[in-house]
T-cell receptor, first 114, second 113 residues
């Protein structure tokens, strides 16, 4: 069964500092991996998606994530945090094609310190 | 405007009183799904549908029903709500399946007393 683990339910970084949000996955087949962001009182929106085309995936708002099969990881990074990045971030995994469940992690709340 | 619309946005009900939360999308998406969001648990998938008349259980289907009679609509039915179903619910749709981008509604905050 597929699963996602997000280490750190809360992460705080200073404005301008590196953002690193961790995600590890488990899947019986090559996975599709996603990062979604949720701003207060809103639904989720896609930041980026891995579909095996390239291991380094660039998303919106300067975020990127690297797929590492050997570590079963898909960590999200941004070189320089901005106040507007404060939100909750969710990693998700899908096996697709025969198993159409989409499984989310428990989320990481990112706080930006001025 | 492309969107997923859920109604109502807020609902307070009593234990055992049947309710339906509606979800509609205008993007001609094949895949639709329902999630509940609880503090510390993230989003958990309740049911999903690959197309009309095709539905399947997610990770937490107990106490919920769904139907997909039309491509655009995917209502969530709680036939006998209980307090443990108090949660924030999201509907989402994707073009083809769970491996494509999900577009989420604004959420429905349900309280069962």
């Amino acid at each position: 069964a597929q699963s996602v683990t997000q280490l750190g339910s809360h992460v705080s970084v200073s404005e301008g500092a590196l953002v690193l949000l961790r995600c590890n996955y488990s899947s019986s087949v090559p996975p599709y991996l996603f990062w979604y962001v949720q701003y207060p009182n809103q639904g989720l929106q896609l930041l980026l998606k891995y579909t095996s085309a390239a291991t380094l995936v660039k998303g919106i708002n300067g975020f990127e994530a690297e797929f590492k099969k050997s570590e079963t990881s898909f960590h999200l990074t941004k070189p320089s945090a901005h106040m507007s990045d404060a939100a909750e971030y969710f990693c998700a995994v899908s096996e697709g094609f025969g198993n159409e469940k989409l499984t989310f992690g428990t989320g990481t709340r990112l706080t930006i310190i001025p | 405007e492309a969107q997923v619309t859920q109604n109502p946005r807020y609902l307070i009900t009593v234990t055992g009183k049947k309710l339906t939360v509606t979800c509609s999308q205008n993007m001609n998406h094949e895949y639709m799904s329902w999630y509940r969001q609880d503090p510390g648990l993230g989003l958990r998938q309740i049911y999903y549908s690959m197309n009309v008349e095709v539905t399947d259980k997610g990770d937490v289907p107990e106490g919920y029903k769904v139907s997909r009679k039309e491509k655009r609509n995917f209502p969530l039915i709680l036939e006998s709500p209980s307090p443990n179903q108090t949660s924030l619910y999201f509907c989402a749709s994707s073009l083809e399946g769970s491996n494509t981008e999900a577009f989420f509604g604004q959420g429905t905050r349900l309280t069962v007393v």
